[in-house]
DNA sequence: CGTCTAGTTTGACAACTGTCTAAACAGAGT
DNA sequence: ACTCTGTTTAGACAGTTGTCAAACTAGACG
């Protein structure tokens, strides 16, 4: 499967308007990616870092699943384009791309919308 | 399954701290939900309705999928906590549960990160 | 070159998911 | 009570997913 291009949709939240059938499709595969606790855990670990990066050993060591399984997982991420690596000697690093998650953040974002509490 | 109850977590961003193995397991609930383009696009169409609330026929209409499987979509995102739905007379009303939504949204909130850009 | 370590890919398999048809359920109105 | 409409549940089936063990690749270091 082919990963998610740099031109992923930026799309106003939810509360404001309804998603056209392509653009779901692509946004889905970010929520997909999320989707597995296994996985949001990975990311947490790795967006904790704050601009920095996270060797794939620490990783690995942080789960008792194993090193295939964690690689298949970062694979999931990054064809979603919630991450993104780079090897260097040895070892590989991964990084989150802020730009995509602040993509779906916004998407779920309530906090602007009129919407009225319910009794 | 049982619901998602109303005492969800609700995390600071990923950016700022790791997640526990179960905080993980009832987010990632949220997003998996999220992660088909059907009921994304479902909540998008209960969502813009922005407070007000959408009846399942008008769901049904919008999409070439059999009733059932809408029902279906719609159970899921129900038990994920992300909407809520009532019977009053012959028709079934949803409505979006904006806190839960708003959890899910802070927790890929990276506005407020220091992450350092990357070259 | 040979080998050691770090990670990924492949292949297999049980478990889960999305979709459908058929059946059941809930009210409204005869 | 019967029926008609709107919605959910049950069951079936193809396709997908998460996991592991085994095989493979990339670079470091003798």
Do not use: N
Request: proline residues 8%; hydrophobic residues 45%.
């Amino acid at each position: 499967m082919p990963a998610i291009p740099d031109t992923s949709p930026c799309c106003p939240p939810l509360v404001d308007e309804a998603l056209t059938d392509e653009t779901a499709a692509t946004l889905a595969r970010g929520f997909k990616a999320l989707g597995d606790p296994v996985r949001l855990r990975l990311l947490s670990l790795i967006a904790s870092r704050a601009g920095d990066e996270v060797c794939v050993c620490e990783l690995t060591d942080a789960f008792t699943l194993t090193g295939p399984t964690i690689s298949h997982h970062l694979k999931v991420l990054r064809e979603a384009g919630l991450i993104d690596c780079q090897r260097r000697g040895t070892w590989v690093y991964y990084w989150i791309v802020p730009a995509r998650l602040a993509a779906l953040s916004q998407l779920l974002d309530v906090s602007g919308a009129t919407a009225t509490a319910r009794p």
